[in-house]
């Protein structure tokens, strides 16, 4: 579905000089996958994740999705209907007065018949769990009620990807529940391929994939059990471990046996009655 080669970008920084941004990147994405890319701030994360629907374009080496080259304009259409995108601020994402009218901008710009949009935005609505909230006005939810409506607004276009960039930043641990609960479900029950990208390694647990990105490379890719493992090495990278994972480690310190890789607080508690 998304296949990274060799990619480089670099941006103008305030000094007037360019500042490498990505220096050679290389990532293979499967349909259906859902990963999560995580890395300090500075890292990479973002721009590589503008690539993904040519929001950003390539200095150096491919991008292609489903095997359209992001470089070709006249592929650029197809590719920003395969591949939606959602970001920090879901009051940035939402324009209209009411939940079920928001939804439906993506579709009415697609030139969709209504009869189908109609379809469309109730059926993302109910992907989301945000039905009853449909005759809403979007500026009475709250944050994560808000950016669960902005991910239905991109799954009402039909995409084959969805790319969230850090969509829990500005949500309080409820907030982050509800959108994260959303995402597992789309994977995993709509089969849409996930790219998301976080700084809470929690959320990161939950992808079928992690990688780990570093001074514009990937340090680290691979799943969320050999990740999380590798306490050390995540430090020396200035990365979280997820709680359970931190814990272990400190009760393997003080002579306790326990297996290394525990991921969630289940896990936990069984290791820990064992």
Known sequence: MIEVKNLEHQFLNPQGGYQQALKGVSLHIGQGEFVAIIGHNGSG?????KHLNALLLPDQGTVTIDGLDIKDKENLWKIRQQVGMVFQNPDNQLIATTVEEDVAFGPENLGIEPLKIRQRVDEAL????????KNRAPHLLSGGQKQRVAIAGVVA????VL???EPTAMLDPLGRKE??????KLNREEGLTIVYITHFM??????????VMENGLIEMDGSPREIFSQVQKLKELRL????MM????????????????????EEMVVALCR
């Open 45 to 49: 994360k973002s721009t590589l994740a």
């Open 126 to 133: 109910a992907s989301v769990g945000m039905s009853e909230y």
């Open 157 to 160: 276009m039909r995409p084959k």
């Open 163 to 165: 790319v969230l960039d």
């Open 179 to 184: 959108v994260m609960d959303t995402v597992v």
């Open 202 to 211: 929690e959320e990161a647990v939950l992808a079928d994939r992690v990688v």
């Open 240 to 243: 979280d471990v997820p709680p």
């Open 246 to 265: 931190e814990l272990r480690d400190i009760l393997a310190q003080d002579g306790l046996n326990l297996p290394r890789d525990i991921l969630t607080l």
